[in-house]
């Protein structure tokens, strides 16, 4: 009798000093999905979402949902733990979830996860700057192009200031933007000349602030369009892990078409070319 209480407290000790309770590892636990949605915004394209410790990341899809697997097991040296899941998109607040991994898999029933690897709450980007682009005019005359301008405008969604950097940009003067062709996807840069080529640090009130492109028909793309059109701006990545931003593989002071894919939501232009035909009926 004395064995069998004796085998007994061990059991509820074990059990209780397990910090993976709810443990249901089947085996095949190693892929975590979930549901990511921007505030104010409702677009919630390019959030990108990376596991501290093992360094695998995503980027969500279209509609706001990711799956991320972990690496085989063999393949990192990262322990049994809970580590930081991270939500991250250039002009939304940081968000983190913590996430517990045991055995090289996540641990279903326990720490926000369901039973079938789903993060049970949608997770919630809350905005810290807003940036809207305009073109003036919207539509330009393919036979006798006219000179036409791009104003970005930024303003802090928070109270406090928001630090954000332009490479190439004065304080009036964008440095570079992107047209981005509608129809086939295809990217076209364009930078200032004129440029002081280094990264202009702005601090962002709500109040805002703007910056114009004054273009040319030697500035326009040899694609055909509709264009869309967008600024090159990159926020103040303080307090983002750097191992974050590496494992994205995006540098967002460089000046290219890959800037593109770095996770920042602003409002494109949109730019359209039409042929107007002048001659006499």
């Not at 405008?153 to 630090?163: E, K, T, V």
Request: aromatic share 10%.
């Amino acid at each position: 009798m004395q064995k069998v209480v004796f085998l007994l407290m061990i059991t509820l000790f074990t059990a209780c000093d397990n910090p993976f309770k709810n443990d249901e590892i089947s085996g095949s636990q190693r892929t975590l999905t979930g549901t990511v949605k921007t505030d104010p915004q409702s677009d919630p394209v390019k959030v990108y979402v990376w596991l501290e410790g093992f360094r695998v990341g995503t980027l969500t899809k279209s509609d706001g949902t990711f799956s991320l697997t972990l690496p085989p097991r063999s393949a990192t040296g990262s322990p049994d733990g809970v580590y930081n899941l991270y939500f991250y998109c250039g002009n939304f607040k940081l968000n983190t979830i913590p996430i517990a991994v045991q055995n090289g898999e996540f641990l279903y029933n326990d720490y926000g996860i369901d039973g079938k690897g789903r993060l049970v709450d949608t997770i919630v980007m809350i905005s810290t700057l807003n940036i809207t682009n305009r073109v003036t005019p919207q539509e330009l005359d393919t036979m006798q192009v006219k000179k036409f301008s791009i104003r970005m405008d930024a303003f802090s969604s928070m109270p406090s200031l928001r630090s954000v950097f332009l490479p190439n940009a004065t304080d009036s003067y964008l440095g570079a933007i992107y047209y981005k062709d509608t129809k086939t996807g295809v990217v076209t840069v364009h930078k200032r000349l004129s440029g002081p080529g280094g990264n202009l640090k702005v601090q962002i009130p709500q109040s805002g602030k703007a910056w114009i492109l004054i273009m040319g028909s030697q500035d326009l793309p040899a694609q055909s369009g509709p264009f869309e059109i967008y600024s090159h701006i990159t926020p103040d990545t303080t307090g983002v892990p750097k191992a974050l931003l590496q494992d994205l593989g995006i540098d967002p002071f460089m000046i290219a078409s890959s800037y593109l894919d770095f996770p920042i939501i602003q409002e494109p232009a949109l730019l359209k070319m039409v042929t107007q035909n002048t001659s006499p009926q």
